[in-house]
């Protein structure tokens, strides 16, 4: 693993990520941090930078940025608006100073058993129209892993008729609506980094904004309904940057479809190619994966998706999403076409 440079790195991502055009609560802080990192009196925040850049090798610059955010703001949240308010940058550094120096050792913690686990209601979209359109073209049916699942909610929405047709006509495709399509489903199962997040992590995640509180509503929505609720699931504690624990996992469950969803970009690049390689080893046939990435690291808005299975061991780009709440427009990026001719999807035009 190649060493990074103090903590310029953490600075230069919250930079890229303070330049976002949405804001839905995060935004100031993100400029705020950039902006405490890039000069020489904000000690407390140069140490918990250095500090969480030694402590988590695997995680991506902008993964520790977000979980910074998310820690000040869980240790803190009644102090978490005078970080964003509109007094001047110095004062409000100098209130960030005072907030690490008495919360650091829960800050610490934080950084250390946690990731940002935030979980989107509406992200099995796209997989539940994939998966279908897949697996009703293979002759086994699908054992699937969600990766990073955070809340596991995703493995409980597919094959939900209810909520698909509830979210589907948010979302237009380049054919129109995707035809709700059932995917032949043996067993499901949710992984992510122990310990797992519960809902009390899991909004601490939602950036404090009304924007957030609804889509969190959505998530707890989807979650309370029976349909819901009844499906089972395996959930399993397990580090996806430990390449022998997953690929016991993988061939001890027969999984043969993993999703990830928000997941890779967490990792630092040479971790995130580790794992698509120990999926291409370990899962079984057809070995279908699905992996959705925000688009430059959340640097922009939307995100991409792409495919790969044991016949097509690259990763090809089918399409973006414009929101990367899976709200807006499905483009079609160069395997799109490829796709659907391969793995019909039924459009309903109008
Ligand atoms: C941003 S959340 C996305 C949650 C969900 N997939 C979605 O799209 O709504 C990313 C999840 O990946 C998990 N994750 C990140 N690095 C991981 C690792 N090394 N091992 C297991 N899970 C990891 C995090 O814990 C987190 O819950």
Known sequence: MTPRPGAECVRAAASKLGRHP?????????RLLAHGLSRPDTPHLHDLAAAALAGRPTSSDTHLVTLLGIAVKSVDPAGFPRLVDD????????????????????IDQVLTRRQNSFTGARRFLV?????????????QPATFADLGTGLGVLPRQLNCKSLFDRYAPELTWPGGRPAYQPIPLA??????????????WVQSCYGPSPFYAAQF???????ERPEVRAVEVGYHELDLTDRAALG???????????????????????????VLDTLAGSLHPPGFVIVTEPNDGLARPGCTVSVRDHADPTLR????????????????LEWFDRFVARYPIRFERG
Do not use: K, M
């Open 187 to 200: 067993a499901r199962y949710g992984v992510d980094r122990g310990p797992f997040p519960d809902q009390r």
């Open 217 to 223: 509503r959505e998530l707890t929505d989807a979650l």
């Open 317 to 332: 780009r089918v399409c973006t999403v414009s929101d990367g709440h899976f709200t807006g427009v499905v483009r079609p």
């Open 22 to 30: 949405q804001d839905h609560g995060w935004r100031e802080l993100y």
């Open 87 to 106: 007094r001047p940058v110095e004062q409000r550094l100098a209130t960030l100073e005072g907030l690490l120096s008495r919360h650091r050792r829960q």
């Open 248 to 274: 016991v996992f993988l061939r001890g469950q027969g999984i043969n479809a993993v999703n990830l969803s928000y997941t890779l970009y967490e990792l630092d690049p040479a971790s995130r190619a580790e």
């Open 127 to 139: 997989p539940q129209v994939l998966l279908a359109a897949y697996f009703a073209r293979q002759e």
